[in-house]
């Protein structure tokens, strides 16, 4: 079946520092990929997203781009902020349609000064 | 134009117990899945409502029921609720379960604790 794997947090960061948060995935044909954030106390807000493989999704600094030759979808941003601190999750939906998600474990941020 | 909402917030219940989840999809919107997500963990798919029938379901029991109303709004039912059904439910609309890579909005959830 498909699955998602995320790195494991939490990741502690100082503001301005270079952000990765790694995630491979297994499923067969090419699914749709996402990055969701969930605030403390909050549902999920869709960060990025890419359909077909090469594209690159990017929002808010935050990009993250759909490798077919290696299974992957790492996000990445170039300076974080105390207020990215959150816990990111990578998710797929599969090629055939139906948009059922599955999600990674998450990772949590913690951006310090 | 309002989100995905949710009701309750919160619910406390005993073992045993059932309870009723609401979900108002965004405006537009005509399919509405939903989520467990436990303390800790990734959402989980519990099952999925187009067109008022249940088009996709998550390796969850058949205490889980749901029902899609004319106006796409859901809820979602959990019989003999177990100490282990305590968990965030989400649920989540989009524009159609046709298109792939079709975006989910999600709902902020309702917190669900069995005692």
């Known amino acids: 079946g498909n699955s998602v794997t995320q790195m494991e947090g939490p990741v502690t960061l100082s503001e301005e520092a270079f952000l990765t948060i790694n995630c491979t995935y297994t499923a067969t044909g090419y699914p749709s990929l996402f990055w969701y954030v969930q605030y403390p106390g909050e549902g999920l807000q869709l960060l990025l997203k890419?359909?077909?493989?090469?594209d690159k999704g990017s929002n808010k600094g935050f990009e993250a781009t759909y490798r077919k030759e290696t299974t992957s979808f790492h996000l990445e941003k170039g300076s974080v902020q105390v207020s990215d601190s959150a816990v990111y999750f990578c998710a797929l939906t599969p090629p055939g349609g139906g948009n059922k998600l599955t999600f990674g474990t998450g990772t949590q941020l913690k951006v310090e000064l | 134009d309002a989100g995905v909402t949710q009701s309750p917030t919160h619910l406390i219940k005993t073992r045993g117990q059932q309870v009723t989840l609401r979900c108002s999809p965004k405006s537009g919107h005509d399919t509405v899945s939903w989520y467990q997500q436990a303390l800790g963990q990734g959402p989980q798919f519990i099952f999925q409502y187009y067109e008022e029938e249940e088009r996709q379901r998550g390796n969850f029991p058949d205490r889980f029921s749901g029902h899609q109303f004319p106006n796409y709004s859901s809820e979602l039912n959990v019989n003999a609720l177990l100490l282990g059904d305590s968990a965030l439910y989400l649920c989540?609309?989009?524009?159609?379960?046709?298109?792939?890579?079709?975006?989910?909005?999600f709902g902020p959830g309702t917190r669900l604790l069995v005692l």
């Open positions: 989540a609309s989009s524009l159609t379960m046709l298109v792939k890579g079709e975006t989910q909005y």
């Open positions: 890419a359909t077909k493989a090469d």
